[in-house]
């Protein structure tokens, strides 16, 4: 009985009757605790373990091979891996299963520099591996990318003539996928006799890894079958490489193949709309979270924070948040430099304290988030004393990304001076976006001189950046530095420079539609000028007059204002 409920993995029924057999005097032999601990979950083990260890020992079956190698194997299971090395430590060390229960137990808690010890001082006992010891070592050297010690079991296995089954096969494909060796991992796939959806997958993601998503996406699409894993996988992939309407049209496509997505193909999902400010799709995500019971843990709730955010809809990431009943750091961090960028700032600096109530420690993207938060606002003074109290008050040092905060906070205030001492005294070389915020506040401030110093030290950290140019005019332009405008554009003409143009974005329906300056690319463009004539003609009966003093273009007034009436933007509000 014991044993059957072990098998429908009713571990609490198994532990009634192993009680019961002992009120009617039953003792129990060498084959109980096996049973009884086979069918154990997490939390029974936690409960009870040690309580029925105590009954092991008091029964005489503590050096039992069978009873230990149970006891290894529910501590393990349960987190108590120091409980479980105790049990092994005091075996015979004689039976290999022995050793491939421990080592599976690290493999679980993810101690896999333990699994290559373990392996090595297995050998030195003079034990042969079986194969499901070489999985464990060979998943360990996968997550740790150990080359080397994958490389001494793949010529192990070669040396011993062991038998490819797939688990096996699977394994050594995903170790040299993980340590970069696709030509390897691919050659593997090439000779398998038999493959499944693991192996398949495999290959996937060791592609993804390697950012070559065409190569991924073309075995994903020669895959026979395909599960939730490897739709995500591929999913991810799109995700990774900043493909985010591609990642779209994949879930819609495994949604038509009736495979159901798990958390992470949420968070995937979740991340992309945020970066496309796709908020419908985004709200029938959560929509179907709520009513598919999708697990909505901490990571599922920092995405649609996230989402939600970055789409504008603020008080729905507040309300996300206030439902939340585990946060974690990030959750904290989202919600301050969201608010922040949303220009929230009071509440941004209330989250922040109220992180702090919380005992919960800020790191450095924390910090950015409440830096933005005063620039924003325009606390300069705040903002000095959030920066000084980084170091001081929580060990963080401040690093090039915080100094590019001070630097807009101070420029936006005026303060260029100030922000050009800051960059002087960085104790790290300031990169293209320390430089980029100072001459953005020249912008703003007109102020020529330190404008193109500050596009002279990013033009010599990157020589192709055609929005430095395109900025410098527009400052030449306002400024009426007419000479100076002509000759940096024939410059930049003379050079080939050319910015790449700005996108904008705005969803229709679950559908995203881009639009670049003058776009007539859109199947309803048409309609959109048609309508975009309207909205102009309404703006200026209502007194609206476009600021054109930094259209550089050689033409009259009129034509300048059409050339800021067909912006990108503008063109995607009239389709909405």
């Not at 691919?186 to 959806?197: E, N, Y």
């Not at 700032?345 to 989250?351: F, G, I, S, T, V």
């Not at 705040?382 to 963080?396: I, L, N, P, Q, Y």
């Amino acid at each position: 009985m014991i044993k059957g409920y072990s098998r429908i993995d009713c571990p609490k029924h198994g532990i009634s009757m192993y009680l019961n057999m002992l009120k009617q005097n039953i003792k129990p032999d060498n084959y109980t605790f096996p049973f009884l601990f086979k069918g154990f979950n997490r939390n029974v083990g936690f409960s009870c373990g040690k309580e029925l260890h105590g009954h092991v020992l008091k029964f005489g079956f503590g050096s039992n091979v069978f009873v230990q190698n149970a006891l290894i194997y529910m501590y393990s299971l349960c987190g108590q891996i120091e409980m479980a090395r105790g049990v092994f430590d005091i075996s015979c060390k004689m039976d290999v299963i022995t050793w491939n229960v421990i080592i599976t137990g690290y493999n679980r808690m993810k101690q896999y520099d333990e699994t290559s010890k373990l392996f090595d001082e297995m050998e030195k006992n003079g034990l042969v591996p079986t194969s499901v010891t070489l999985v464990s070592l060979l998943s360990a050297c996968s997550k740790l990318r150990d080359l080397e010690v994958g490389k001494r079991v793949h010529k192990y296995i070669k040396k011993c003539d062991i038998e490819p089954k797939l688990i096996l096969e699977n394994a050594l494909m995903d170790m040299h996928a993980a340590c970069g060796e696709m030509d390897v991992a691919v050659r593997i796939f090439d000779r398998m006799k038999t493959r499944d959806v693991i192996s398949w997958t495999t290959i996937v993601s060791g592609f993804i890894n390697k950012g070559e998503i065409d190569l991924a996406r073309n075995y994903f699409d020669q895959m026979p079958e395909r599960d939730y894993v490897s739709w995500t996988a591929m999913i991810d992939g799109y995700i990774r490489v900043n493909c985010f309407k591609e990642a779209l049209v994949l879930f819609r496509q495994m949604q038509a193949s009736n495979i159901r997505p798990d958390e992470f193909t949420m968070v995937s999902i979740l991340t992309a709309c945020a970066h496309l400010g796709a908020l419908q799709i985004g709200e029938w995500i959560k929509t179907y979270i709520d009513r598919n019971k999708v697990k909505n843990d901490v990571f599922v709730g920092n995405a649609l924070i996230d989402m939600y955010l970055k789409c504008g809809n603020v008080s729905k990431a507040q309300r996300v948040f206030c439902e939340m009943p585990r946060r974690d750091k990030f959750t904290w961090t989202g919600m301050i430099v969201g608010l922040a960028i949303n220009g929230h700032c009071e509440e941004a600096l209330d989250m922040f304290f109220e992180m702090l109530r919380a005992s919960i420690k800020p790191d450095e993207i924390t910090y950015i988030g409440v830096l933005c938060a005063c620039t924003h606002a325009g606390m300069v003074d705040e903002g000095r004393k959030f920066f000084a109290s980084m170091t001081t008050k929580h060990a963080v040092e401040p690093n090039v990304a915080h100094y590019g905060c001070m630097v807009d906070l101070l420029g936006r205030a005026g303060q260029l001076q100030e922000a050009c001492e800051v960059i002087k005294n960085m104790p790290m070389k300031p990169n293209s976006i320390v430089w980029g915020a100072l001459l953005g506040a020249c912008r703003v401030h007109k102020n020529v001189e330190i404008a193109e110093m500050a596009a002279k030290q990013i033009l010599e950290l990157d020589p192709e950046n055609g929005a430095v140019y395109v900025m410098l005019c527009n400052i030449y332009a306002s400024c009426k530095r007419w000479d100076s405008l002509h000759e940096l554009r024939e410059s930049m003409m003379h050079r080939g420079i050319k910015k790449t143009p700005g996108c904008s974005l705005i969803e229709m329906y679950g559908v995203v539609h881009e639009f670049v300056a003058g776009d007539q690319s859109h199947p309803q463009s048409k309609e959109i000028y048609l309508k975009l004539d309207n909205m102009t003609r309404d703006l200026k009966l209502a007194g609206y007059s476009p600021d054109t003093s930094e259209v550089f273009l050689d033409v009259g007034e009129e034509d300048k204002e059409s050339t800021l009436y067909r912006h990108g933007e503008k063109l995607a509000l009239a389709l909405g």
